[in-house]
């Protein structure tokens, strides 16, 4: 009988840069680092505590998942870390220590882990946790009054909570410059734009996120504001404005741009991006929430397997029974 030789092949890529998930997650810590740090200088011990307690819980969940599920143990890959750390970064400083772990087991068990681990998680993991908790304790959200206790150097007032209830003349209490580095009251790691904008650069020149996406994002809330501006500067707050409150500069560098939940094509990403800006600042001007980013980047993840499929056409000509 003849014998057959058998050839395996393996799926692509064929081609590798020898980086691993872990190495890439080293670098997106990296990264959100001068944002995190900075928290914990203007906000001190609570937030450093918060941050541990998120990073620390949800990789023991995912531990935890592991060893009931008989599953790999995968918290050596990070991944776990780089959620429970950009939770712990959207928090006020005064969380208590059971909404942190609440936040990180729906980031870790419920957003990542019961779709099958990581690469398969149609959501951003760390927008779920926050997602839910918004939705249960929204109070809690309320930086104003959550660091009501704090004693600062500049204006203690939340932007965007200020501009809810105080209309656009809170807009003044907030200069620009202020706003960039960080002089405003919010969550321990959206607060400092310099610094998020300086870690989401570094990940676009390692490669590790698409500057389609963040440009995009960017573009969809300035072009947004200023529609609303101009049709009412009395009422809506201009661009600039939005761009460096909230967690909009996080949302455009770490939150949008998650592997999984975002497209890998260049026209879904444009319309990913800008209708991810669009639905933020929608929500934020005739919403109930003062900010809508969290939101707004479920829903573009909700949709993004379905932009996903839209392809350039083909160049060429059918041929008939060719």
Known sequence: ??????????????WHDGDTIATMNVNIILAALPAAIFGVLTFGAPALGVLALATSTAM????????????????????????????????????????????TFFAVVVGKQIYGGIGANPFNPAVIGIAVLL??????????AALLNYEFTFKALAPLGALKHQGVAAVG????????????VGAIGTIFGIGIILGGVYLILRGYIRWEISLAYIAGIFL??????????????????????????????FLATENSSSPVNLIPMIIYGIMGGVMTILIRNIGSYPDGTVFAILLI??????????????????????
């Open 224 to 253: 947004t504001a200023l529609i609303f501006n101009l049709a009412n500067s009395d009422l809506y707050a201009p661009p600039l404005f939005h761009l460096f409150t909230g967690y909009t500069l996080f949302a455009a560098f």
């Open 1 to 14: 009988m003849h014998k057959q030789n058998k050839y395996t092949v393996s799926h692509a890529p064929f």
């Open 135 to 144: 939705v249960a304790w929204k109070g809690f959200f309320d930086f104003d």
């Open 173 to 184: 209490l907030f200069p620009l410059k202020d706003l960039v580095m960080g002089n405003q």
């Open 60 to 103: 023991l969940w995912e531990l935890a998942f592991n060893f009931i599920s008989k599953r790999a143990i995968t918290i050596a890959d990070l991944d776990a870390a780089v959620i429970g750390l950009f939770v712990g970064m959207m928090l006020p400083a005064t969380t208590p220590w059971w909404m942190v772990l609440t936040g």
């Open 301 to 322: 993840n909700l949709i993004n397997p379905l932009i996903d499929r839209i392809r350039p056409k083909a160049l060429g000509k059918v041929v008939k029974n060719a």
